[in-house]
């Protein structure tokens, strides 16, 4: 016969799977929608989650020092009562046996009848159906109840009795959750369930914007003496709400695995695996879970110091007058010494014994140690330039090859953004084993060198002059101390001077010297002082090669195309304008002409007939040329236009160097680039005729 429990059930689950059907399909959309507005927060629900998880769990902890001795009778995920050993079977083994034995049972499809049968001083509890072709008279053994399960001050037929009407309701209650109404009725609770715990998830989020809104009225006003712990209650108001959402889903979640058989089995079965001993300490064992909330209340305690040490700051050292930088250190220790202390106290309430881990960290801590050397050595050079403060952020600096502007000085490393916007994670070590120039140290004025050659035959104060000039123009200069130039000496190939300038921001430095280097470059110009580049003279002495010379000179020399200098006592050939003797086109030799000599002889020259029969057939030879691949279109090479003039205009050298720069001056020809004057050599210049055309 069905008990009055199944027959009241029977009869509402009629209408109550109407009245699911309707609400389900009414609140599908709605479910739809909300899942797309909670899909952002999910991450936060979860987190609080497992916090309120660990918290509600550890109640669960005393499981796992509970003697080994007693098992746990469990049916659908409820534990009915414990076993103890009993003969050869441990409590484990009992409890393996029972259970199967009550999961058959739940199962099977015969009436139900529980009874307690007395046998050979034990009591048996016993079900009187069965299945597989069993008859009902043998039934099937439950529960052999020994002395051993006895409650002191219970008989042991009142404990076999006590322990028939706890599995009886059990498997009752087993099979009723197992009927196709059952499963209708627990879908229709978890959905409304479900809804509920949504709906009451917004109403949070609406009332923490809401309360977010006062407090920013009420503490947002910077004139307010609260104003500074507007972020810290924010902060805890959004903490406290996501510790309601999450409890909330959690006891949601609770409720929902209640219902069906499956998921308490499930949920017991997670439960039961985080409670078991995994680790064995002393004589303490500790499970997955007790780590598990370890590991929280560890990192709860980090979070605890660093706003203790914040609140330290703030208030007192901040009023002590000290450096930032010394209120950071003093900050720093606080926080350190602080955990320190806290984890050896969390510890010893953990029932952990700290004495018995001082021969592992010893052991630990020769073998890390060694692994941690350089680690250890940066922490330490970090202290010490946190102590003495040789470089602070914002300085200008250089470490090595490195040079860059300090940003951030941490506990192992410092960072340095180099003028490329590199940001270089530089060891704390290196800046106490290496050199530092440090720019910004004390006086950030620094002094800039900057290495400047010219020809030889320069006006030394006209150079001078022209670096001075050049100095005093950038407007990033110092005017005190003023721009010196300092004669360095002879070179090999120029006169070498020395601009030193000062400036105010070592971090312009490079873009000051290039800007100065412009700079130069245009004054040098201006005053027509030449910038040299590497030259070598040749001297070949040879007796034969000397009377060769002389032998081809007198032969050659009245109608030879280009000047040559001989100089018997050396063999020199020499092309330099600055010689003190040259050869005419007569080929004799005849002392230079001055200035105004040759100035008187070249007024007399016809300009216009000379241009002509320099650009007719049997001239100077004007075509394309190329030099380090580039093209110049249509130009001449200087020393032939030397050897031209001389030949045509019966000149000497000198003289047609000067006529070549009476053109220049005159706008008749010019240098390829307008770079240089007209010289006896390997210089292109082009007629402004041809380059019109």
């Known amino acids: 016969m069905p008990s009055s429990k199944q027959t009241s059930f029977t009869a509402s689950s009629g209408v109550l799977n109407l009245a699911a059907r309707w609400f389900w399909r009414r609140s599908w959309k709605t479910i739809e929608r909300l899942a797309l507005l909670t899909k952002r927060r999910w991450t936060l629900i979860l987190l609080g989650a497992l916090t309120l998880l660990l918290t509600l769990g550890f109640p669960g902890l005393a499981q796992t020092s509970s003697s080994a001795a007693e098992a746990p009778v469990v049916l659908d ?21 029972i259970n199967n ?16 049968v007395q046998e050979n001083q034990r009591s048996i509890i016993r079900s009187s159906t069965s299945s597989n072709g069993v008859p009902p008279q043998e039934g099937r053994d439950l529960v052999t109840v020994t002395e051993g399960d006895v409650i002191p001050g219970t ?41 509920g715990a949504i709906a009451l998830h917004f109403i949070l989020g609406f009332l923490w914007r809401l309360l977010a809104h006062r407090l920013t009225r009420w503490l947002g006003n910077p004139a307010s003496p609260l104003h500074p712990w507007e972020p810290s209650a924010k902060l805890f108001l959004q903490l406290a709400l996501l510790g309601l959402q999450a409890g909330m889903w959690i006891a949601v979640g609770f409720y929902i695995t209640d219902i069906f058989p499956k998921t308490r089995i499930w949920r017991y079965k997670l439960f039961n695996f985080l409670t078991s001993p995994i ?39 901040s009023r002590t007058g000290a ?37 592992l960290a010893s052991v630990l801590g020769v073998g890390i140690g060694f692994g941690v050397q350089n680690i250890t050595n940066n922490l330490i050079s970090g202290l010490i330039i946190t102590l003495e403060r040789p470089i602070q952020l914002g300085d200008f600096v250089n470490v090595g090859q490195l040079m860059g502007t300090v940003e951030r000085i941490g506990a192992r490393s410092t960072q340095i953004r180099t003028l490329d916007q590199v940001t270089i994670i530089v060891p704390n070590s290196r800046f106490l084993e290496t050199e530092v120039i440090n720019w910004s140290h004390g006086d950030p004025v620094s002094r800039l060198r900057l290495p400047v050659g010219v020809a030889y035959g320069s006006n030394v104060e006209q150079v001078q002059a022209a670096l001075l000039e050049a100095a005093r123009s950038h407007p990033e200069v110092l005017v005190r101390p ?46 027509g002082i ?89 001239g100077v030879e004007i075509k394309d040329r190329r030099e380090r691949l580039n093209l110049y279109p249509v130009c001449f090479i200087g020393l032939e236009a030397v050897d031209w003039l001389m030949h045509k205009q019966t000149c000497t050298r000198e003289e047609a160097i000067q006529l070549g720069q009476l053109l220049i001056e005159r706008g008749i020809i ?22 019109r055309n």
């Open 670 to 691: 010019h240098h390829v680039c307008d770079e240089h004057p007209f010289r006896d050599g390997y210089v292109f210049y082009r007629f402004y005729t041809d380059e």
């Open 323 to 359: 450096e930032l930088r010394v209120q950071e250190v003093v900050a720093v220790l606080t926080q350190y010494i602080l955990t320190f202390l806290g984890l050896i106290v969390l510890l010893q309430i953990w029932g952990l014994d700290v004495r018995s881990l001082a021969i």
């Open 101 to 116: 034995n009550l999961e058959q049972e739940v199962r099977s499809r015969e009436p139900l009848k529980i009874e307690v």
């Open 155 to 195: 008989s042991l037929a009142r404990q076999a009795n006590i322990w028939r009407n706890v599995i009886e309701d059990a498997l009752q209650q087993g099979r009723l959750e197992r009927t196709p109404a059952y499963y209708r009725l627990a879908l229709l609770y978890s959905l409304g369930g479900l809804l």
């Open 482 to 527: 003023q721009p010196q130039v300092w004669f360095q000496g002879f070179g090999d190939s120029a006169i070498n001077f020395d601009l030193l300038v000062w400036t105010g921001e070592p971090k312009t430095q490079a873009r000051v010297k290039s800007d100065l280097y412009y700079r130069i470059e245009a004054s040098l110009r201006r005053y």
């Open 530 to 618: 030449e910038v040299p580049f590497p030259q070598r003279d040749i001297n070949v002495r040879s007796p034969q090669l000397d009377e060769f010379m002389a032998a081809w000179l007198r032969q050659n020399a009245p109608t030879t195309p280009q000047q040559q200098l001989f100089s018997p006592n050396g063999g020199k050939l020499n092309h330099h304008p600055q010689n003190p003797s040259v050869v005419t086109s007569a080929g004799q030799l005849s002392e230079p002409s001055s200035d105004a000599q040759i100035r008187e002889k070249l007024a007399a020259v016809d300009i216009e007939a000379l241009v002509v029969a320099m650009r007719e057939p049997g």
């Open 77 to 97: 995920g409820r534990v009915l009562f414990q076993v103890r050993n009993s003969g050869n079977f441990s409590a484990a083994e009992r409890a393996g046996i």
């Open 279 to 317: 680790v064995s300490l002393g004589e303490s064992n500790y499970s997955a879970l007790q780590l598990l909330l370890l590991l929280a209340f560890t990192v709860g305690l980090w979070f605890a110091v660093s706003g203790i040490t914040r609140l330290f700051r703030f208030y007192i050292l």
